[in-house]
């Protein structure tokens, strides 16, 4: 199987860094997405990661290990507007994207 | 606006009824993909073309369910004698799949179905 693991729900306060782990099974995925959810509205693409290493965009970075099936989504300076499900995907090599379920963060005040 | 479009947004319809869902992708996208998304979920893969034709099917999808993209372009997802458990959002995305790219793929915004 392809399974992907998230926690459910994070919380962290405003100004603050947070770091949304996934974890998955290695065979399979020759890359690794992250995908930003709000509420009631369509996901929207953050980032991919298909070499082992950190790859930064502004206030969001991506890390993956591959022969860990491990990657984490790293989030500074946190914003409310950052309160979201966050989606960790893997692309398979038919270019078929299987989902987590998603960690849902609440950035307070 | 070039992004991707669905339609309709919203679909309320009785068990047992037929449903027809419409997706446009981004116009030089060759790949197009349904999902389906439940509450507190991530999208869930059903199917997905590469231009005109489908590639794979998932294995959860039963028989009532049918997706075409006849000239490469739109798509429809068709579900037949609707059940309660169809109700969800179902989302239509699409990528370029060409050399140097990884398959970013852009999401319409959904279809919201309610089965009665």
């Given amino acids: 199987g392809q ?19 996934c974890t998955y ?16 509205e369509a996901p929207t693409f953050l980032s991919y990661n298909v070499l082992d290493g950190l790859e930064e965009k502004g206030r969001f970075s991506s890390f993956l290990s591959r022969s860990k099936g491990y990657s984490y989504l790293l989030l500074k300076e ?4 950052d309160s979201a499900s966050y ?18 963060l609440f950035v307070k005040a | 606006d070039t992004g ?16 027809t869902f419409r997706c446009d992708p981004i116009s030089e996208h060759n790949r197009l993909y349904w999902y389906r998304q439940t509450l507190g979920q991530g999208p869930e893969f059903l199917t997905y073309f590469q231009n005109e034709a489908q590639l794979e099917k998932s294995r959860l999808l039963s028989d009532r369910f049918s997706a075409e993209r006849p000239k490469g372009s739109f798509s429809t997802l068709e579900i037949q004698r609707t059940e309660q458990g169809d ?14 790219r990884y398959n970013e793929q852009f999401f319409g915004p959904g279809t919201r179905l309610t089965v009665l």
């Fill in chain 2, 4 to 19: 991707v479009s669905q339609d309709p947004r919203h679909k309320i319809t009785k068990r047992g009824q037929n449903v």
């Fill in chain 1, 25 to 40: 099974q290695t065979s399979g995925f020759n890359g690794l997405f992250w995908y930003q959810q709000h509420a009631g």
């Fill in chain 1, 3 to 21: 399974n992907i693991d998230q926690p459910t729900e994070m919380t962290a306060t405003e100004g603050a860094i947070v770091q949304i782990n």
């Fill in chain 1, 87 to 104: 989606l960790c995907a893997g692309n398979t090599g038919g270019f078929k994207t299987i989902f987590g379920a998603g960690t849902r």
């Fill in chain 1, 78 to 81: 946190l914003q409310m507007k």
């Fill in chain 2, 87 to 100: 109700s969800a959002m179902y989302l239509c995305a699409s990528s370029y799949l060409g050399q140097g």
